[in-house]
Each structure stands twice: as C-alpha cells, then as structure tokens.
C-alpha cells in the first residue's frame, strides 16, 4: 500500500506540482483521501489553477490510497526525498 501511494504522488501528480518557481522548502504538501474530494472542493479555502490543486496554502494531492476522511501531510523535502527514493525503484525495474 505505501508503495502505491509513493508511486502515485511520484509519478503522477507531483510532476505538475515541482514546476511552481515559489514554493519555498517551508511549504506543505496535503494528500487527501479521493473519496472526500467533493467535499474538499466544496471547501472555500480550495482552489485550482489548472496545474495544481491548493487547500489553504498547501498544494493538495487527490489519492485513491488515502482512507476517507483523513490526510497525510508532507514537507517539500520529504517529498523530494521520495521522488529520489521511487526513481531508484523504477531503475531497478526496468533493468
């Protein structure tokens, strides 16, 4: 299971996300369970620019691992370190 979540995050969605030249080492991700996203697009703290999806200040990611009603979150170099982390595995793979 924490692999699923790892390569979806990695693979997936953060791509869009690495790209915002102004988030700072301080910012946040929020993973949210899939099953909640109405609810949390219904919030009026959440917006999307088209590439990202935002609640609050946090970049927020939509995962189909995450149980409903709950979240994890993550700092940005946390983050990095598991794109690092699922790129060797991908390595690994394919040779």
Known sequence: MARDILTDLAFENFHKCMGIPDWNESDEVILVSSANKEQIEADESYRSDG???????????FCGQVKKNNYITLHKSMLEKIIQTMESFKEVEEK
Request: net charge positive; hydrophobic share 25%.
């Open 51 to 61: 590439k990202c999806n935002y609640l609050g200040k946090r970049i927020c990611i």
